[in-house]
């Protein structure tokens, strides 16, 4: 779950960021936190340490400037973007490096293009897929969703975290090609690809999986399942 901290002395202009915020992660299915702050003094005070920030430069007491250069005390790199209703103070905003800014009065429009840009560039939020066919229809299968690919009757199967099991027309050696690089997926078995993010444990020949699945680990697989899961847990 994202943390994000929204900072505003203006409720209708608070209401409004709030909603857009909203909207944005909903369309991106990722679940998020919003803590609605009236002040900095409160936000700094609350002691509470945030993915995202969105703070307002211009109220009383502590300005949003301010405040960024107490959390930058706390965490050198925080992700915050800057609403203003002043360009001058904008260019301040460069000091205490700001991921972006939202010049009042914001439109849905850009907060949503000034949102895209910071999730991709400071966050990482942008969902990975694998292009594949399913059902001769080609789809965008979102590797978040993903528990395990299962090589079964010269098809693979994938599992999916609603439970779902869809089939697609790829092989598993070429999935395999295709997620080289992600640490999320492992290799563990002469049909099996495993999504770590849902592996609950791991026993001497298969992952329990959250929900109770069983993805077998071959013999052959074994030790390098398990360098490869545990340096995964402690990430």
């Not at 779950?1 to 909603?19: F, G, Q, W």
């Not at 092989?171 to 640490?183: A, D, P, T, V």
Request: with cysteine.
């Amino acid at each position: 779950m994202l943390k994000i901290a929204l900072c505003d002395d203006t409720p209708e202009e608070c209401r409004i960021i709030e909603e857009y915020t909203k909207e944005f992660f909903r369309d991106k299915e990722i679940d998020i936190r919003i803590d609605v702050y009236a002040s900095m003094d409160g936000l700094i005070a609350s002691g509470e340490e945030y993915g995202l920030y969105l703070l307002d430069v211009l109220m009383p007491g502590m300005t949003g400037i301010q405040g960024a250069d107490c959390l930058r005390g706390r965490n050198p790199n925080p992700v915050i973007v800057f609403i203003t209703s002043s360009l001058e103070a904008a260019v301040d905003g460069y000091r205490v490096n700001a991921s972006g800014f939202l010049l009042k009065p914001v439109a849905e429009e850009t907060f949503r293009e000034t949102m895209e840009r910071v999730t991709a560039q400071k966050l990482g939020l942008h969902k990975a897929v694998l292009p594949v066919i399913h059902d001769r229809v080609p789809v965008r299968l979102q590797l978040d969703k993903v528990v395990y690919f299962e090589n079964r009757l010269h098809r693979v199967f994938v599992t999916l975290s609603d439970g779902r099991v869809i089939s697609i027309g790829q092989k598993l050696s070429w999935i395999q090609k295709e997620l080289e690089g992600n640490e999320d997926f492992l290799r563990c078995h002469q049909s099996y690809i495993v999504n770590l993010q849902y592996a609950a444990e791991l026993e001497d020949s298969c992952f329990k999986m959250n929900g109770g699945a069983i993805v077998p680990v071959s013999r052959n697989c074994y030790k390098q399942s398990k360098h490869a899961y545990y340096r995964y847990c402690l990430k």
